[in-house]
């Protein structure tokens, strides 16, 4: 029986296995990581890639390993560390440095051998164990589990735009979408008005293919997508002070900077509207018709787009992650979960004896960057701070 099993290998996942090998004692050949990609962080590398985006928008001191320095030791000493590897303010990582960075935490704590390919489709809590059955037929055993599955999985359509079915309307966040250089050549609408929406209309923008972007709102600037009051005590205090689920989750929704991006993307956006290579339409696309070549679309303003390609970058569904696996879970086991039916855990993260949760799923006790690599953290310090007799 393995002493830990985390489900899902991406950026939360990693992390806690990082900081539970690293700092906890647990010993590597005691603890697995369950994710159907190919390799750990697979969803975080097709996402971040889908935007374009060159650098993260969080600072350095945000990273996968133990010791918040270590990114910034990992460029090298100030005055020989190779150009571009950061980005002001706050020293934001390039997307390639960071992903550098990555494969260093990954392979600094052989977390490479501990991925077990799957993915979980049941959950079984025993007396003195966890089953987790995955869709390749494997029964895994364990003393406890981090539930670490995210919400990547689950990209956010609107209800315009079908599913997929058609082939030129695709998610930038759905499985296998890549940014492909011949889309710079046609023309686009990006729908959405946050950082992704942004970063995609500039990637394409380089070509000679105009691009639209359609947004319910007007272009909005924050540095971040939460105040970084939230991730210590000035704001957090009164958070933990509120027992209310409900008013926890208005403080989330308040606290969340939603469909916003850093001074830097906005410049680049002014930038590319005045130079005519991006129009930013403050509406709502209200009909499609179907099937036809160019896509033909009307927006609430009353104007009529024509394009070759329709690029959804409405992030992800607000829903609560893990889909029928979690729905299950929570039916068999009678775990609590909030009137927005996201779980209610205690101060480490544990939504019973055995089950550990992170990132969204934690997010009513760890507040509004629970989702973010901040969140991670904080969410390895919860659980590596419940002390259990792990090893
Ligand atoms: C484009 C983009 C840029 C971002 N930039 C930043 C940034 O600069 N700074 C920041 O702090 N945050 C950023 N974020 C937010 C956040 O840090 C990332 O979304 C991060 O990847 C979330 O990590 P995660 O581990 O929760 O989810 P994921 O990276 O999605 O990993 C979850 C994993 O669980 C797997 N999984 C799901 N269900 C199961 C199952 N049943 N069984 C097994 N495995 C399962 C998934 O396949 C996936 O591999 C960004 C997000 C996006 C999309």
């Known amino acids: 029986?393995?002493?830990?099993?985390?489900?899902?290998?991406?950026?939360?996942?990693?992390?806690?296995a990082a900081r539970l090998i690293g700092e906890a004692g647990v010993l590597p050949g005691r603890l697995r990581i369950l994710d159907p990609g190919v390799r750990l962080l697979e969803r975080w590398n097709a996402c971040s890639a889908a935007t374009g985006m060159r650098h993260l928008?969080?600072?350095?001191?945000?990273?996968?390993d133990l010791d918040p320095a270590s990114l910034d030791r990992?460029?090298?000493?100030?005055?020989?560390?190779?150009?571009?590897?950061?980005?002001?303010p706050y020293a934001r990582p390039s997307l390639a440095f960071f992903n550098e960075h990555c494969d260093h935490v990954i392979a600094t704590y052989g977390l490479a051998a501990l991925h077990v390919h799957g993915r979980a489709e049941r959950i079984e809590l025993n007396r003195d164990r966890v089953l987790v059955r995955t869709n390749e037929g494997r029964t895994l055993s364990a003393a406890r589990i981090v539930l670490a599955m995210g919400s990547s999985d689950q990209p956010a359509w609107p209800a315009w735009a079908g599913r997929g079915e058609d082939p030129c309307i695709r998610h930038v966040f759905a499985l296998g979408f890549r940014l492909a250089e011949g889309m710079r050549r046609k023309q686009v609408i990006v729908v959405g008005g946050g950082i992704s929406a942004v970063q995609v209309a500039l990637w394409?923008?380089?070509?000679?293919?105009?691009?639209?972007?359609?947004?319910?709102?007007?272009?909005?600037?924050h540095q971040f997508d939460t105040d970084p009051g939230w991730l210590g005590p000035k704001l957090m205090r009164g958070f933990q002070r509120d027992r209310d689920p409900e008013r926890r989750r208005a403080l989330i929704g308040e606290?969340?900077?939603?469909?916003?991006?850093?001074?830097?993307?906005?410049?680049?956006?002014?930038?590319?509207?005045?130079?005519g290579k991006i129009q930013w339409h403050r509406s709502e696309v209200c009909a499609l018709r179907p099937g036809s070549e160019p896509l033909r679309v009307r927006l609430s303003s009353g104007i009529r787009l024509s394009a070759d390609r329709i690029l959804l970058a409405t992030g992800?569904?607000?829903?609560?992650?893990?889909?029928?696996?979690?729905?299950?879970?929570?039916?068999?086991?009678?775990?609590?979960?909030?009137?927005?039916?996201?779980p209610l855990v205690d101060e480490h993260l544990r939504w019973h004896p055995r089950v550990f949760t992170t990132g969204p799923l934690a997010e009513l006790e760890l507040g509004p960057a629970a989702r973010n690599i901040a969140g991670a953290r904080r969410a390895a310090d919860r659980i590596v701070a419940s002390r259990p007799s792990w090893v």
């Not at 928008?57 to 996968?64: E, G, K, M, N, T």
């Not at 990992?74 to 002001?88: E, S, V």
């Not at 992650?321 to 775990?335: N, S």
């Open 1 to 16: 029986m393995l002493g830990w099993l985390i489900i899902g290998g991406g950026i939360h996942g990693a992390h806690i």
């Open 57 to 64: 928008r969080s600072p350095a001191v945000h990273h996968l």
């Open 74 to 88: 990992f460029a090298g000493t100030p005055l020989r560390r190779a150009p571009g590897l950061f980005a002001h």
């Open 204 to 221: 394409l923008a380089v070509g000679e293919g105009r691009v639209h972007i359609v947004c319910r709102h007007a272009p909005r600037e």
């Open 255 to 275: 606290a969340r900077h939603r469909g916003s991006m850093p001074a830097d993307v906005m410049d680049a956006l002014r930038r590319a509207i005045s130079a």
């Open 316 to 342: 992800f569904e607000t829903k609560r992650p893990g889909g029928l696996l979690v729905d299950r879970l929570i039916e068999d086991a009678a775990l609590p979960c909030a009137a927005c039916g996201y």
